[in-house]
């Protein structure tokens, strides 16, 4: 079974429905066997002793002298033991009538209501319930025969411990949801086995997917059943397409850098041979050309591969080998990088993300006086996954009421230093580009604190 199963899956949608529809036929169907169960042990019960009294009525007669006489034997032992709520008895009704017979169970008499409470039918026969000898609930069949010529009537009572029959209801009520619990926890598991197994195509879909977007895939391989494997051909042409939209836009791009190098190269030397204050404005506008235009290509660019599965950069693979370059060239620097065990993976460009990076730790360098301290680490506070890239250095820093001005273009907040204060417009438009967020700000070390914020690959897909 998988590790975990979210609540809002598709898997635990379909067993919880599954699960619920089957323990409601259950419940329906033990309530239907219970109640057809109790009225066939109703009608038997009452057949039982609507069976004795004619039986009783059959075994009873009148002397001449007006006795009732019989030894009836009614064939169930329950009416030869005391107080067992099974009794007969025979009561004479009119004069001139007798003496009275019961059975050896009825050890006391038993009241009947009058009547006028509970009145003969047509057949001259009643039924009703009453406290048995030992307060247990008896049913009780009743008729009035005519026993001899002389019409002289005797009253005839069979009666049924009724709380045998509950028992004998409640034993087969218990067995029955004991037998039906243990089918359907059996229905139960079986079911949702068989849906996991039916659904696990889905999850290997996902995982799949999840190698796609971490770039270990270039697409969905493997054989799937025939409802999925049209999803699974969708998606590959999908993907194909995406790939073939990304490298047309790269030649697009790359073709109009190429066809606006040469006259910008030639307006340069133009101006430049040109000189006095013409020349120089000629040179001044084709370098700012030159400079929005390889600032748009870039976010055309990026923009194309944003959000894209076909990109994925490892970060902390990427700052290790930028830090051991950098401290190569900067021996005089401490430069150290604190980040995590596991790996995170930057939905972008691995260009895009050393140029990001670059810029940055080269302005460290240029800055630190002693030490840059490079931190990277996971940072999904907002709901989205990403990580929090953070550069120190030890160096003057920027004042706060200026650190806007140096993230915009071609803005130098110091001449003394080389540079064409490009870097942080570069990494504020690339950052801004990539949908995530840039802060520069006061460093511990007493320099320049910069944090970017940048979206990482969903590797949860995977679980």
Request: hydrophobic share 40%; glycine share 8%; charged share 25%.
């Amino acid at each position: 079974m998988p590790r975990r199963l979210r609540l809002g899956s598709l898997t635990v949608r379909v067993i919880a429905f599954s699960t619920l529809w089957a323990v409601l036929t259950l419940v329906i169907i033990a309530t239907v066997i219970s109640t057809l169960f109790r009225q066939a042990s109703e009608r038997g019960f009452e057949s039982l002793l609507s069976a004795h009294l004619f039986n009783l009525i059959s075994t009873v007669s009148v002397t001449e002298d007006g006795w009732l006489q019989g030894s009836p034997n009614l064939g169930d032992l329950r009416f030869t033991i005391p107080r067992s709520g099974w009794y007969w008895s025979v009561e004479p009704i009119s004069e001139g009538l007798r003496g009275s017979l019961q059975s050896i169970s009825m050890v006391e008499p038993i009241e009947a209501p009058t009547t006028e409470e509970v009145p003969f039918d047509s057949e001259f026969q009643r039924r009703y319930v009453t406290m048995g000898i030992e307060d247990e609930f008896v049913d009780v069949y009743e008729s009035e025969f005519v026993l001899d010529a002389a019409e002289r009537v005797a009253r005839f009572r069979v009666m049924g411990n009724r709380s045998d029959l509950e028992a004998e209801i409640a034993d087969f009520e218990r067995q029955l949801y004991i037998y039906l619990a243990l089918f359907g926890f059996g229905m139960i598991a079986i079911n949702a086995i068989a849906i996991w197994l039916g659904l696990r195509p889905l999850t290997r879909v996902r995982r799949a997917l999840a190698e796609i977007r971490s770039g270990s895939a270039q697409r969905l391989d493997g054989s799937f059943p025939a409802e999925i494997a049209p999803l699974a051909d969708e998606t590959n042409a999908l993907i194909e397409s995406n790939r073939r939209i990304v490298e047309r836009s790269r030649t697009q791009v790359g073709n109009l850098a190429h066809s606006l190098k040469t006259p910008l190269a030639v307006l340069l030397n133009e101006g430049a041979a040109m000189g006095g204050r013409k020349g120089e404005l000629i040179v001044d506008q084709a370098t700012a050309m030159q400079s929005q235009v390889e600032h748009y290509l870039q976010r055309a660019r990026v923009a194309a591969q944003r959000d894209s599965v076909l990109f994925r950069t490892p970060v902390v693979a990427t700052l290790e080998r930028l830090v051991r370059v950098l401290t190569k060239l900067n021996p005089h620097l401490d430069i150290s990088l604190d980040g995590p065990d596991e790996e995170i993976v930057f939905s972008g460009e691995k260009e895009d993300f050393e140029e990001l990076v670059g810029n940055l730790l080269e302005n460290a360098t240029k800055w630190g006086r002693t030490a840059v301290a490079v931190t990277v680490r996971r940072d999904g506070d907002d709901g989205r996954p990403g990580f929090v890239l953070t550069i120190d250095d030890d160096g003057p820093g920027i004042p706060e009421e200026k650190a806007r001005v140096a993230m915009k273009r071609g803005q130098r907040l110091d001449e003394t230093k080389p540079g064409t204060g490009l870097g942080l417009a570069i990494v504020s438009d690339l950052v801004k580009e990539y949908g995530g967020l840039f802060e520069l700000g006061r460093s511990q070390m007493g320099g320049l604190r910069a944090v970017i914020r940048l979206q990482r690959q969903r590797d949860e897909l995977a679980d």
